[in-house]
Nanobody, 120 residues
Framework: QVHLVESGGAQVQPGDSLRLSCAGS????????MAWYRQAPGKEREAIAS???????AYTPSVAGRFTISRDDSRMTLYLQMSNLKPEDTAVYYC??????????????WGQGTQVTVGS
């Protein structure tokens, strides 16, 4: 019922900028608080940015000041504007509800994610 499709990933060089998009569909209550997650090779998936329905945002220190999360509910789309990309940003990026509880209630599956590669 609830679907999430990430897009916008690419291979870029350090210092470049990139904008990721996440298109959602389904019950809107499932999208009350959203987040961007990323998983680097050999590492656990981590939440890096979140945004509430009212627009309150939060970031993990590693991306604060460089990444900006935003949402356009009229288009059911979540965005992640990334600037000054670094090699350590290389990962598969996913979007999903901000909490595991909401993910479970809404049966929100992880999408394919979108690959961001910084450097060679």
């Amino acid at each position: 019922q609830v679907h999430l499709v990430e897009s916008g990933g690419a291979q870029v060089q350090p210092g470049d900028s990139l904008r990721l998009s996440c298109a959602g569909s389904g019950n809107t209550i499932c999208f009350s608080a959203m987040a961007w997650y990323r998983q680097a090779p050999g590492k656990e998936r981590e939440a890096i940015a979140s945004i509430t329905k009212s627009g309150t945002t939060a970031y993990t220190p590693s991306v604060a000041g460089r990444f900006t999360i935003s949402r356009d509910d009229s288009r059911m789309t979540l965005y992640l504007q990334m600037s000054n990309l670094k090699p350590e940003d290389t990962a598969v990026y996913y979007c999903n509800a901000d909490s595991a509880a909401l993910q479970a209630v809404c049966e929100m599956e992880w999408g394919q994610g979108t690959q961001v590669t910084v450097g060679s």
